[in-house]
Antibody
Framework: EVQLVESGGGLVKPGGSLRLSCAAS????????MNWVRQAPGKGLEWVSS????????YYADSVKGRFTISRDNAKNSLYLQMNSLRAEDTAVYYC??????WGQGTLVTVSS | AIRMTQSPSSFSASTGDRVTITCRAS??????LAWYQQKPGKAPKLLIY???TLQSGVPSRFSGSGSGTDFTLTISCLQSEDFATYYC?????????FGQGTKLEIK
């Protein structure tokens, strides 16, 4: 069974940093591109970033470019999102999602003073 | 960026109704279109990919059609568990973009 479990969310002050993790199991992690998608409270879905299976290709939404860094460790079956210079508008549930439709349960990031 | 526009943004329907949600892309995306269902407090669930291919395990009352810029999601006979918010997403190019969502409510 495919499982994606996010962790690392929490409350952080504006300008602060946070690192999200996503532990994958039930499939060959190294064969799939992975994504982060977020959803602000009461709002729609917003794609954040994608990384190819071997990390050769990385893409970011303009709203996070230069502040967020996506990475992966195929040996540990893990996906990461390093978030720096956080803003109030980054407050959202962050989902880890595998290409082909599997999503984690999400982790809440709240940016507030 | 490709803009995805869904219509309507919300509407009310009754169990047993046939409903259609439309998604329009600001430029051609071939068939690189997915539909998701999301219920409150839950992660989105993939219903359809490649515009018309039903994801494994999804009931056959869901169907998708379209290519290029115009797409539709149809639910042939609404069940109580179908009341949710639906999103389209293009994966033709980066940045990936979602429609704003269509909230389907019980009449």
């Amino acid at each position: 069974e495919v499982q994606l479990v996010e962790s690392g969310g929490g409350l952080v002050k504006p300008g602060g940093s946070l690192r999200l993790s996503c532990a994958a199991s039930g499939f060959t992690f190294s064969s799939y591109s992975m994504n982060w998608v977020r959803q602000a409270p009461g709002k729609g879905l917003e794609w954040v970033s994608s990384i190819s299976s071997s990390s050769s290709y990385i893409y970011y939404a303009d709203s996070v470019k230069g502040r967020f860094t996506i990475s992966r460790d195929n040996a540990k079956n893990s996906l990461y999102l390093q978030m720096n210079s956080l803003r109030a508008e980054d407050t959202a549930v962050y989902y880890c999602a595998r290409t082909s439709g599997y999503w984690g349960q999400g982790t809440l990031v709240t940016v507030s003073s | 960026a490709i803009r995805m526009t869904q219509s309507p943004s919300s509407f009310s329907a009754s169990t047993g109704d046939r409903v259609t949600i439309t998604c329009r892309a600001s430029q051609g995306i071939s068939s690189y279109l997915a539909w998701y269902q999301q219920k409150p407090g839950k992660a989105p669930k993939l219903l359809i990919y490649a515009a018309s291919t039903l994801q494994s395990g999804v009931p056959s009352r869901f169907s998708g059609s379209g290519s290029g810029t115009d797409f539709t999601l149809t639910i042939s006979c609404l069940q109580s568990e179908d009341f949710a918010t639906y999103y389209c997403q293009q994966y033709y190019s980066y940045p990936r973009t979602f429609g704003q969502g269509t909230k389907l409510e019980i009449k």
